[in-house]
T-cell receptor
Framework: DAEITQSPRHKITETGRQVTLACHQTWNHNNMFWYRQDLGHGLRLIHYSYGVQDTNKGEVSDGYSVSRSNTEDLPLTLESAASSQTSVYFC???????????FGPGTRLLVL | DQQVKQNSPSLSVQEGRISILNCDYTNSMFDYFLWYKKYPAEGPTFLISISSIKDKNEDGRFTVFLNKSAKHLSLHIVPSQPGDSAVYFCAASTSGSRLTFGEGTQLTVNP
């Protein structure tokens, strides 16, 4: 069955370290998204991609970067982790630019 | 600027009764609305959607109502079941744009 996976599921890191969160989908969706979930804020868009070599900033993109070298993967990199980036991160993909997005199980990141 | 707001962080109902979750939005250009359900330690899953050309969409026990003049949508769950206990997010988009999510409402259905 097609799916979307994230790894690692849990990560503890120190401030200043570079961290990369992986996202892999097997639906062959062109559109992929990264969100963070924080209490009181819901899901906020970090970066998104509409296809290979396409990346765009979302509403909370500072301190994060993404790259899209193939259809299946959209890794999220925290260049220099900060305590404010402690959060739960969700990757999603969709067939259409607007409409139903399918989410991965999430990565819980703790920055000490 | 929170364009999609869910003003109730939590809601508790008895099994078998109706659950009504509410969502307000400020952007009149939004034309597509969705509800997602999220269980602990899992990603959100799509529940139901509605286009702005409709005012109601029904799928089994779940019905979404859209009141464009009030910029308000609601999700009705009838009858509520303990397995419905989850966080519910509403989301909205304009044609060609990304989804904007609300803060979420924790629904607890008591047996």
């Amino acid at each position: 069955d097609a799916e979307i996976t994230q790894s690692p599921r849990h990560k503890i890191t120190e401030t200043g370290r570079q961290v990369t969160l992986a996202c892999h989908q097997t639906w062959n969706h062109n559109n992929m998204f990264w969100y963070r979930q924080d209490l009181g804020h819901g899901l906020r868009l970090i970066h998104y991609s509409y296809g290979v070599q396409d990346t765009n900033k979302g509403e909370v993109s500072d301190g994060y970067s993404v790259s899209r070298s193939n259809t299946e993967d959209l890794p999220l990199t925290l260049e220099s982790a900060a305590s404010s980036q402690t959060s739960v991160y969700f990757c999603a993909s969709s067939r259409d630019r607007v409409g139903t997005q399918y989410f991965g199980p999430g990565t819980r990141l703790l920055v000490l | 600027d929170q364009q999609v707001k869910q003003n109730s962080p939590s809601l508790s109902v008895q099994e078998g009764r109706i659950s009504i979750l509410n969502c307000d939005y400020t952007n009149s250009m939004f034309d597509y609305f969705l509800w997602y359900k999220k269980y602990p330690a899992e990603g959100p899953t799509f529940l139901i959607s509605i286009s702005s050309i409709k005012d109601k969409n029904e799928d089994g026990r779940f019905t979404v109502f859209l009141n464009k003049s009030a910029k308000h949508l609601s999700l009705h769950i009838v009858p509520s079941q303990p397995g419905d206990s989850a966080v519910y997010f509403c989301a909205a988009s304009t044609s060609g744009s990304r989804l904007t999510f609300g803060e979420g409402t924790q629904l607890t259905v008591n047996p």
